[in-house]
C-alpha cells in the first residue's frame, strides 16, 4: 500500500506543476501575442488550453483526496 500513497503523491505534485506553468505559459503567451487584451477576439486554442491546465489542476485536487483515503 505504502507503493500506492507515493505513486499517488507524485502524481498529484506534477499535475499541480503542469497546471501553474501550463496556466501562467498560456497566459503570458497571450499577453506578449497580444491576443488576450487585443480589439479581435482572442483565439480558441487559449480557452481551450486554459481549461486544459484547469483539468489538471482538478485532477491533482482529485488524487491527492483519494490519496488521504488511503489513510
Known sequence: MPIFKALASITAW???IVFWVMGLST???GLINGDLYGS???PMAY???FAV?????V???V???LRQ???
Open 14 to 16: 506534477t499535475m499541480f
Open 27 to 29: 497566459f503570458v503567451m
Open 40 to 42: 479581435e477576439p482572442a
Open 47 to 49: 480557452p481551450v488550453l
Open 53 to 57: 491546465a484547469l483539468a489538471y489542476g
Open 59 to 61: 485532477g491533482a485536487v
Open 63 to 65: 488524487i491527492m483526496r
Open 69 to 71: 483515503k488511503m489513510e
